[in-house]
């Protein structure tokens, strides 16, 4: 299993960014997938996650109405958008996979900065 983040980078308050992950090694369109972040210092937390048929998401009160999840199980990828950015979202972004035969696999993350 194999999961690859991008797109994260530095971005002014009030910026935009599209995460991508791109997922391998297993049946993505069987398995829910989320998105975490972690600031310094900070316990990581679930940003939004999205059910395998892509139907149903959900998302962190801190990220409600500022980003959407989304999955093409043809390309194998989730993507995270994030508009109207703010200096608290800056964290390392990471993809997860959870309960991919029997445990839960993470991506290598990607850091999102958000400052003027």
């Known amino acids: 299993v194999q999961l690859v983040e991008s797109g994260g980078g530095l971005v002014h308050p009030g910026g935009s960014l599209r995460l991508s992950c791109a997922a391998s090694?297993?049946?993505?369109?069987?398995?829910?997938m989320r998105w975490y972040r972690q600031a310094p210092g900070k316990e990581r937390e679930l940003v939004a996650a999205i059910k395998s048929a892509g139907g149903l998401t959900n998302y962190a009160d801190s990220m409600k109405g500022r980003s959407t999840i989304a999955r093409d199980n043809a390309k194998n990828t989730v993507y995270l958008q994030m508009n109207s950015l703010k200096p608290g979202d800056t964290a390392v972004y990471y993809c997860?996979?959870?309960?991919?035969?029997?445990?839960?696999?993470w991506g290598q993350g990607t850091q999102v900065t958000v400052s003027s």
């Open positions: 997860n996979a959870p309960g991919v035969a029997g445990r839960d696999y």
């Open positions: 090694g297993f049946t993505f369109s069987s398995y829910a």
